[in-house]
């Protein structure tokens, strides 16, 4: 399928590694120039490059964190007018409920919750102005069934999810579109640290520690970046201009809820 947004310039945050590189590919694929963002330079620029070489289309990489001001400032004077926005940055760590204090959650918010909506509010204007834009927001499967361990994350993404219900509606109008996509558990870095960790503390080994969880997930399986990002290609495609505020949930069935 033709997604229709050969030439565009996306945005797509928090993307040398994971599910933010899978969206960068897949849109690259699509025929989209690229900036691409993440801390590690060495990282990004390994994947600029492979990227470049690949898909043949214009890559620059900031290097700088997404969730300070500036970071932010000077990611977003790089960037310049862009058509796509895919906002990402890491998670926050897990704990119990008895742990977190305000400066906790107020770092958790700031990730998570006011970053995604201080890019929205920097570029979603010039967006409506030209009367075309797509905005995808990563989130988490937590903001349909909290993860108990991940309270900072439950209750900072879910904030976003409201900020985005709302907003998506002011905005869809002048043509532009924002969105979430709800990643369950994915084969990416991130995961095989948390499951070498599980392997460790439990004793079992890292297979037997994959094995139970996927025998948790209907599909059977982790999901991985190359699927998770053409969904999100999908959702910034000249296709998805009537999808408006949802929440995309990519889980391979974990979840049980009929809708
Ligand atoms: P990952 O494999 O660890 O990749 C994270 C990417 O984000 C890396 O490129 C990392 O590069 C970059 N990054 C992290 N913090 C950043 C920051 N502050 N500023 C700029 N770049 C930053 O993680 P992932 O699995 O793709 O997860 C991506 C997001 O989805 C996370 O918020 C995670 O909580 C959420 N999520 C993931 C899963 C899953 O199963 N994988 C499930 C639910 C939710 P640097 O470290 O060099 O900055």
Redesign the pocket.
């Known amino acids: 399928m033709d997604l229709g947004i050969t030439g565009k310039r996306a945005l797509v945050?928090?993307?040398?590694?994971?599910?933010?590189?899978g969206c960068a590919e897949a849109l690259a694929e699509a025929g989209v120039d690229l900036i691409l963002?993440?801390?590690?330079q060495d990282?990004?620029e390994a994947t600029a490059a492979y990227i470049r070489d690949r898909y043949k289309v214009n890559v620059t990489a900031i290097a700088a964190?997404?969730?300070t001001d500036a970071?932010r400032a000077e990611v977003l004077k790089a960037a310049g007018d862009i058509d796509i926005l895919v906002t990402?940055?890491?998670?926050p760590p897990p704990g119990l409920w008895t742990d977190w204090d305000r400066d906790d959650f107020i770092a958790a918010l700031d990730?998570n919750m006011l970053t995604p909506i201080a890019l929205i509010k920097a570029l979603v204007p010039a967006m409506m102005t030209r009367g075309w834009g797509r905005v995808v927001n990563?989130t988490?499967?937590s903001v349909k069934a909290p993860i108990p361990v991940l309270g900072l994350?439950n209750a900072a993404r879910t904030g976003l999810t409201g900020y985005v219900a709302g907003t998506a509606r002011q905005v869809a109008g002048s043509g532009v579109t924002i969105n979430n996509l709800l990643?369950?558990?994915?084969d990416?870095?991130?995961?095989i640290a948390l499951d070498t960790a599980a392997s460790k503390s439990s004793g079992d080994s890292f297979d037997d520690v994959r094995a139970a969880k996927y025998a948790a997930i209907p599909a059977g399986r982790y999901g991985d970046a190359a699927e998770f990002g053409a969904t999100c290609a999908f959702m910034c495609s000249q296709h998805a201009g009537f999808m408006v505020g949802q929440n995309i949930l990519l889980d391979g069935g974990a979840t049980v809820s009929t809708m």
């Open positions: 945050c928090a993307s040398s590694k994971g599910l933010g590189r963002n993440a801390r590690g990282a990004l964190d997404i969730t970071g990402n940055a890491g998670g990730a990563i988490s499967v994350s990643p369950g558990l994915h990416t870095d991130r995961m």
